[in-house]
């Protein structure tokens, strides 16, 4: 059943709004004040059409076994492993919130169960911009900015960003009030949304907007696995980790950016309070089948436009669905014994063929294994990274592009935590040049952080710094886990760009100049062809 590719047509989800009966489902204590600013945005007229590789809330299609979907270097795929799945009030396809959305209004199948920014922009023209996906709560760069106008979802239309609205001062699981180690201001608010008077800062529930990605929900049994790297302490500064409400176990803390929450379940609960608008209990059996759905999905490239089908039995053990859905999860991969994605010697050497188009192939599966080679073990100094650099590695540290993507068959970091690579914080950030020639406006929020007189100063960037998205700090308060993001799962790159968590890399060639910039690793133009065409099969 699982070798047979049909055409799937699939959606993008959203988020949920929670209800009075919270107290009731496991959600972290920030999701209350998330609440409360949920039901204060307004909604609006929506409707979401049927459209060629769009998933539609409630529109009921039976979900195939596998499907695939094309993209700018082959196609993606889909692959379910409980078999065709009636969507048919199935909660994770069906609008339960106030807004139309579904979650899969913002993880759609076509786009690698995450939403590409082209499938955005293809939407507002569809549409008119009457998509749920474009909803004022976090659709838009401000909930009070005008409906039906571009801009008012620029964000959203140019970097594929929803706004994140955090609590400030952040909250514990229990809802108490954690006192940061650092002090923010707003220095730059082009959204007006962190000095909005009922949504900002100074509002009587005081709120942190960031702008991020849609993460990808699928292949989630590597990412809340029990196995290695996950222990009842964060492996990047010996906090505990956090648990599962439930069950009492640590978590992996890979599920969103900033790791606020454990578990798929309360990851649920908060995207209903915030991103749909839900205002009514999400009770445990729609929960449940949004965790086993979540859990039963696969998602990576199935074919590539020049090295053909990941879907055949020679396909590296490390490419196509098929192997992803089989694959061993909890193993550390930078290393020869199980590598992050498993290559094949066919494929580094293939033999020689009198016909041109099998040579064509057979030049871009060399290709794409010179660059899975550049990735494992093309080394560069790697300098003032935070929650790197700072574990025992020493400062700069000669390593690889797998250090810190070793998760096997995903290019995750493996140990529970964040670092800070550069995507959010100055002066590595994505700014708008400051010359005559660039008409552009900075977009991104700036703060500016200053860590207390009672803490150390940031070890890399001081006392004062500035970021467009504090990351986990957010959540933890801590002047150290400022910019620091939980990193991306590497399946299914082709399907939804941009990258990052703040979108700021448009391209994959975008994505390995921002690392060549970053550590000056000096990637020759091979190099940089070739491990742009293996991330572009993963």
């Not at 692959?79 to 199935?90: K, P, S």
């Not at 009587?204 to 809340?224: D, E, G, L």
């Not at 093309?378 to 250090?403: E, Q, Y």
């Not at 979108?503 to 910039?517: H, I, K, M, P, T």
Request: charged residues 20%.
């Amino acid at each position: 059943m699982l070798k047979n590719i049909v055409k799937f047509m699939v959606g993008c989800g959203a988020g949920f709004l929670a209800s009075a009966a919270l107290a009731d489902q496991p959600a972290p204590g920030h999701v209350p004040r998330q609440k409360q600013q949920a039901q204060q945005a307004p909604v609006i007229d929506a409707r979401s059409p049927p459209a060629n590789r769009w998933w539609t809330p409630g529109e009921g299609t039976p979900l195939p076994p596998v499907i695939a979907y094309p993209n700018s270097f082959g196609q993606v795929g889909v692959l379910n492993d409980a078999g065709v799945i009636d969507t048919q009030d199935h909660p994770f396809f069906e609008p339960i919130g106030e807004n139309g959305r579904a979650c899969v209004s913002c993880h759609q199948p076509a786009n690698a169960m995450s939403l590409s920014v082209e499938m955005i922009r293809q939407r507002w023209h569809e549409t008119q911009g009457k998509d749920p996906i474009f909803a004022p709560i976090d659709g838009m760069n401000c909930p009070d900015l005008p409906p039906g106008d571009s801009k008012s979802h620029s964000l959203l239309l140019e970097r594929g960003l929803f706004r994140i609205f955090l609590p400030w001062p952040p909250k514990a699981a229990d809802g108490s009030s954690i006192d940061p180690e650092f002090t923010i201001e707003v220095v730059r608010d082009p959204t007006g949304c962190n000095l909005h008077p009922q949504y900002g800062l100074r509002s009587a529930n005081p709120m942190v907007s960031v702008y991020r990605r849609p993460r990808v929900a699928a292949n989630t049994k590597y990412f809340t696995h029990q196995g290695f790297g996950v222990f009842s302490f964060i492996g990047k500064n010996g906090l505990p980790a956090t648990r599962d409400p439930e069950t009492g176990l640590p978590s992996g803390m890979n599920i969103l950016s900033d790791a606020r929450q454990p578990t798929l379940k309360t990851q649920a609960v908060e995207a209903a309070v915030t991103h749909l608008q839900f205002n009514g209990k999400l009770d445990e059996e729609r929960l449940t089948k949004i965790v086993s759905f979540e859990s039963q999905v696969y998602t990576a490239q199935v074919s590539h436009t020049g090295a053909g089908s990941l879907m055949e039995s020679d396909t590296p053990p490390g490419f196509g669905v098929l192997n992803l859905a089989k694959g061993r999860e909890g193993l550390l991969g930078n290393n020869v014994t199980n590598f992050v994605f498993p290559m094949s010697e066919a494929w580094r050497n293939p033999a020689p063929s009198p016909d041109p188009e099998i040579t064509r192939r057979n030049e871009m599966r060399a290709s794409i294994a010179r660059g899975h080679d550049v990735f494992m073990f093309r080394t560069f100094w790697i300098k003032d990274a935070m929650h790197l650099n700072t574990v025992g590695l020493g400062n700069p540290t000669k390593r690889t592009c797998s250090t810190c993507h070793g998760m096997h068959m995903m290019g995750m970091d493996i140990v529970n935590g964040w670092m800070d690579l550069g995507t959010t914080n100055l002066p590595w950030a994505r700014e708008e040049p400051l010359n005559p020639w660039n008409e552009r406006k900075p977009q991104m929020p700036l703060f500016k952080i200053t860590c207390k007189a009672n803490v150390p100063p940031h070890p890399f960037l001081g006392r004062v710094f500035y970021t467009q998205d504090p990351g986990r700090g957010l959540i933890s308060g801590k002047c150290n886990d400022v910019g620091a993001i939980v990193m991306q799962q590497f399946r299914g790159l082709a399907a939804r760009a941009p990258y990052f968590s703040n979108g700021s890399a448009g391209s994959l060639r975008e994505l390995v100049d921002f690392y060549d910039r970053r550590f000056n690793i000096g990637y020759t133009d091979r190099e940089r062809e070739d491990l742009i065409n293996f991330l572009s099969a993963l």
